[in-house]
């Protein structure tokens, strides 16, 4: 009787497992992977608007007709979108059209085949929000693209203008003073002596994009037009802000007075009641704008997004129109490589701000450009400042107030430009002013301030009256911003007077602006020559990258300078001249071609070789910053500020740091290339901080070598790198319309653990925060990682912190809050001859967000690394290791496998190449030590590296038993189908597929229980079937 029961048993286990599997199957949700900082899921639309560019301008009409007459009739998944503004009546470039969100790859492929289709863009979207700031009775918050984590819908955008009450503690001397003579800005720059010759902006077409302005505002004289580009039906301004701006370029009340007061206002109206605009209008307000032949345009907005080409493209075009365009530099001061597209460019006359007292405004965006990073140095801006603090314009309907912010400043200048542009006689005005020609006079007529640098301030404050007296006698030429470089003039000249040159250093690289006023468009006739001044001045050795065509008005040509070695023991002063010939095709009436010679000054300071442990490299090269990717912020405490995009370069978020590392007197230089383009030999320490990208194998064998055999030291500061938590922190773009996800951690930690094992060091991905004490010193460690792996005999640090990794968050949700454990966060370990110090944490470092800075750290590790001193406390027994830390490597960071890294890396997918920014003699080879076109720069006395083969090691150091040939992403080769079945876009993060996967796995092991339980059975018929013809033969 037993065995019935038994039978029924597995038969009812079977079906009950098999009626789970099929229930979890059927209605387990999938977990929500957003991040916590969005909303939950993506708004689920129908359609998307896209804007498809085309190569020539027609009628909208006809590109539609293109369209539908070139794609494939069956397609029915796409409308087009018709435009009714006044740019509708005029030939355009683009369309927008509407795609079915289901049939979007497919329609944008087909429309991208088409020979008179440029591309196929996603329309994004623009938002002002909180662009008037406070108002008199409240105080509001500065607010950009983000705010507590969560990303706002619109494009992304930095906060512009705020009201008189924020900073208050400047405020009551601030209003002091416009209470007293400096009531009107005007005034300052001394525009009455220009009205009193007549000149008050008559006759120039001023653009304002702003939003908008009321008919009837008694304080303009001459609104000429007003155009709606949102979709509100509506001309006026209900918010403010254009208003404003407008009155400060053209205003006539006596209590809020504008420059130009007879100017012509065509007010664009690009922004919604609620603050939002899409490109789709601004490309066509742009269009109108050059269509209607505008003189000066204003636009106070801006962001860090550079790459957003549809708009960036149409201001090119806008300039080479012969539109001058004033633009604010951007609100995120006081830090450094917090430039605002399209200020940013060298066609636009890129504003900042300052206060009644010529300080540059905490508020105001500084240098440099970061388009060039990291390959390349970047450009000075802002152009020029002018007072952007507590400054009065116009109200909606009536009366004045106060706004502060480069938003403000932006329109004082364009004020400025519109009084200027009338000085020229009407029917002279195409021929002399452009946007080159009009930032000449503007940047060559500025009054330098003492105190900031250039990166702060440009050419300086703008001087009316000084540019007045430059345009008087314009003739059209070609010239170079900055014009003078001079290492005695400091800080001015910073970070350049900051540092000596020497010789047997990576080259300094200084970019300059090159500005044509002679024509759109220019040509270099020959190659930029250096003329020394003396016989001393012949040590120094100038290589020029530049543009070959100047368009629109502007190119660059960027110095590349070296000491030649016989200059090692040389200490003074190099003085001498760069010319460049520029030439551009005649202008009107004319037959011969306009030629002009640029020139710029140099006064360089030149020192001895310093001592070799007294010289650090800084690796640039392997940085990855926003955009193009969505790299995250490295503290996950900011949550109002989540990308990284401030350049992650020396002279940007860490120029305190570069500042405090030459008071101590070091020499740091910047490595913008691989790191087989350096010699090991003349440097104390290289300096790996913060780093997203990956390395070549190439790279990982000489690193390897330089430590083990050449006497080159390490010092490392990472951060943190958790997939499950880049996994939390995507959300959905509504501009775009696609999944925002990390690229990498706040460091690429898998890549550092490639490069560093061969050392025997890994780090883990655990993300830990609080604070801790280190010789008396109190430091917070900010989403910083820990150290997973580290070799015995080192010295490694441990303190309590709280793990808020996803692992983490778990864990202390298991043990109840219990205390913080003990991580292991800073190591130091002598390698041979070499030495090798890491931490988990820059934002010790890092300007941008820091709470508490580790500089006097930094110092004892250089100490270490570079001069083998070793501090007590660092070096105390207790923490030494008897044994090898170690994690298994499989528990280590992984890689996520489900993105195309190579679309934001320089290694990934990338050949390996010595670039400009390398010594003269490696410049468009693999480096030292590796073949080459068939030859191999070697140094005398460097060992080659045989690629073949391991890396012998003389050292008393156990390197991991040899270099480790690391195949990044074989883990993930083996799981990549996970993510081609995760159903998400080509960034949708990696997560282990639980939500389908384990309730799978639970249905085939109810299968596979009920066809064992068959099998039984089956085996039991045929025994008894067997037993019974056995009896039956018996009988």
């Known amino acids: 009787m037993n065995i019935p029961k038994f039978k029924v048993t597995i038969f009812s286990f079977s079906l009950i497992t098999l009626l789970i599997s099929v229930l979890l199957v059927h209605f387990t949700k999938p977990p929500n992977y957003n991040q916590t900082l969005t909303s939950n899921s993506p ?103 983000f705010s507590d984590g969560k990303k706002r819908p619109g494009k992304i955008f930095t906060s512009i203008s705020f009201g008189e009450n924020e900073d208050a503690n400047q405020t009551i001397e601030l209003k002091r003073q416009l209470l007293a003579d400096r009531s009107q800005v005007t005034s300052l720059f001394g525009a009455d002596a220009l009205w009193s010759k007549g000149y008050t902006g008559a006759k120039v077409k001023m653009a304002i994009f702003d939003t908008g302005i009321r008919s009837d505002h008694p304080h303009f004289r001459n609104i000429k037009e007003r155009t709606n580009w949102t979709n509100e039906d509506t001309l006026n301004d209900n918010l403010g802000h254009g208003t404003f701006v407008a009155g400060v370029i053209a205003s006539e009340n006596a209590e809020c007075l504008g420059f130009a007061p007879d100017t012509e206002i065509y007010a664009f109206r690009v922004f919604t009641d609620a603050q939002v605009s899409y490109t789709s209008w601004f490309l066509d307000a742009f269009n109108y704008a050059i269509a209607s032949e505008m003189d000066v345009l204003n636009l106070s907005i801006g962001g860090p997004d550079y790459l957003d080409l549809p708009f960036v493209e149409k201001v090119l075009e806008l300039t080479a129109s012969n539109i001058i365009m004033v633009s604010a530099i951007g609100n995120d001061g006081p830090l450094y490589g917090t430039l605002n597209n399209p200020a940013d460019q060298s066609d636009v006359i890129g504003v900042g701000g300052i206060d009644y007292n010529d300080h540059i405004a905490s508020f105001s965006s500084r240098g440099m450009s970061t388009w060039e990073i990291p390959h390349g140095y970047g450009r000075v801006k802002p152009d020029v400042v002018a007072y952007g603090r507590e400054i009065m314009g116009s109200k909606i309907s009536t009366g004045c107030k106060t706004l502060s912010g480069t938003s403000v400043a932006s329109p004082v200048v364009a ?31 500025a009054a330098k301030l003492s105190g900031p640098n250039m990166y702060e301030q440009g050419a300086g404050r703008v001087d ?143 020192i ?120 939390k922190m995507r959300f959905f773009d509504d501009n775009t319309r696609s999944w925002w996800t990390p690229v990498t951690g706040g460091a690429n930690v898998p890549a550092l ?9 890994a780090f883990g991905d655990k993300i830990l925060n609080g604070d801790f004490n280190l010789n008396d010193e109190l430091i917070r460690y900010a989403s910083g990682t820990n150290i997973a792996k580290f070799p015995g005999g080192g010295y490694v640090h441990r303190f309590p912190f709280y793990d808020s990794s996803e692992s983490g968050a778990t864990h202390s949700f298991l043990t109840s809050g219990s205390d913080n454990a003990y991580s292991a966060i800073l190591g130091l370990v002598e390698v041979g001859g070499s030495r090798i110090a890491v931490y988990g944490d820059s934002n010790c470092l890092d300007s941008s967000h820091m709470v508490t800075n580790c500089y006097w750290l930094l110092r004892k590790m250089l100490e270490f690394t570079g001069r083998n001193m070793k501090d007590p406390i660092l070096f105390s027994y ?39 920014d390398s010594r003269f003699d490696v410049w468009g080879t693999k480096g030292y030590g590796l073949h080459v076109r068939g030859r191999n720069r070697r140094l005398p006395g460097y060992k080659a590296i045989d690629l073949g083969r391991g890396l012998n090691s003389s050292s008393s150091f156990d390197v991991s038993s040899g270099l480790k040939t690391h195949e990044k992403n074989t883990e993930g080769n083996s799981n990549r189908f996970l993510g081609l079945l995760y159903g998400d876009d080509l960034d949708a993060p990696f997560v282990f597929p639980s939500h389908w996967l384990v309730p799978a796995a639970a249905v085939v092991l109810g299968i596979l229980v009920m066809i064992n339980f068959w099998r039984i059975r089956q085996k039991r018929r045929r025994r008894r079937k067997g037993s019974t013809s056995n009896r039956y033969t018996n009988v």
């Open 415 to 445: 004020g400025v430009v519109c009084l200027l542009v009338s000085v020229v006689p009407e029917s002279d005005r195409k021929q002399i002013l452009n946007p080159a020609s009009m930032k000449q006079a503007l940047v060559e007529g």
């Open 43 to 145: 708004p689920q639309l129908a359609r998307t608007n896209y804007i498809v560019r085309f190569i020539e301008y027609k009628h909208a009409q006809h590109h539609k007709q293109y369209l539908e007459h070139n794609t494939n009739k069956k397609f029915k998944t796409w409308q087009w979108i018709h435009r009714n503004n006044p740019a509708s009546k005029f030939p355009t470039d683009f369309g927008v059209i509407a795609i079915d969100n289901d049939a979007m790859n497919s329609i944008i492929k087909e429309f991208e085949k088409l020979e008179l289709v440029k591309d196929v863009r996603v329309d994004s979207s623009y938002q002002l929000r909180n662009l008037l700031g406070g108002n008199e009775k409240q105080k509001e918050e500065r607010i950009g693209a």
């Open 464 to 606: 009316l009256l000084e540019s007045y007296e430059i345009l008087k006698s314009y003739k059209p030429r070609a010239s170079i911003f900055p014009s003078v470089l001079d290492y005695t003039d400091c800080p001015y000249s910073w970070p350049f007077c900051k540092q000596p040159l020497y010789a047997d250093a990576m080259p300094v690289l200084f970019n300059t602006t090159v500005l044509n006023g002679m024509g759109v468009i220019g040509y270099v006739e020959s190659r930029p020559v250096w003329h020394p001044s003396n016989e001393e001045s012949n040590l120094l050795s100038i290589h020029f990258t530049y543009s070959d065509v100047i368009w629109p008005w502007t190119g660059y040509l960027a110095l590349h300078m070296q000491i030649k070695e016989e200059g090692a023991q040389f200490e003074g002063e190099i003085e001498g001249n760069v010319t460049v010939k520029i030439y551009s095709p005649p202008g009107l009436g004319e037959k011969s071609f306009r030629h002009s010679t640029c020139v710029l000054q140099l006064k360089l300071k030149v």
């Open 753 to 761: 653990n490639d490069l560093l094992a061969p050392f025997g060091i």
């Open 608 to 727: 001895p070789t310093p001592p070799r442990s007294m010289r650090i490299l800084w690796d640039q090269f392997h940085s990855i910053k926003y955009p193009p990717g969505y790299i995250p912020r490295d503290s996950l405490d900011v949550r109002n500020d989540i990308l990284d995009w401030h350049g992650d370069h020396l002279h940007t978020n860490y120029h305190i740091m570069f500042n405090m590392l030459r008071d101590a007197g070091y020499y740091i230089e910047t490595l913008g290339s691989p790191l087989t383009c350096f010699d090991a030999r003349e440097y104390g320490t290289l300096m790996l901080v913060d780093l997203e990208d990956e390395y070549f194998e190439e790279e990982i064998q000489k690193l390897r070598d330089d430590v083990v055999n050449t006497g080159l030291s390490l010092i490392v500061f990472a951060d943190w790198y958790n997939v499950d938590t880049m996994v």
């Open 878 to 916: 207790s923490v030494k290791q008897k044994t090898s830390l170690h994690q298994d490597d499989h528990q280590l960071p992984s890689r996520r496998t489900d993105l195309n890294f190579s679309t934001y890396s320089s290694v990934a997918g990338k050949e390996l190449m010595c670039g400009s």
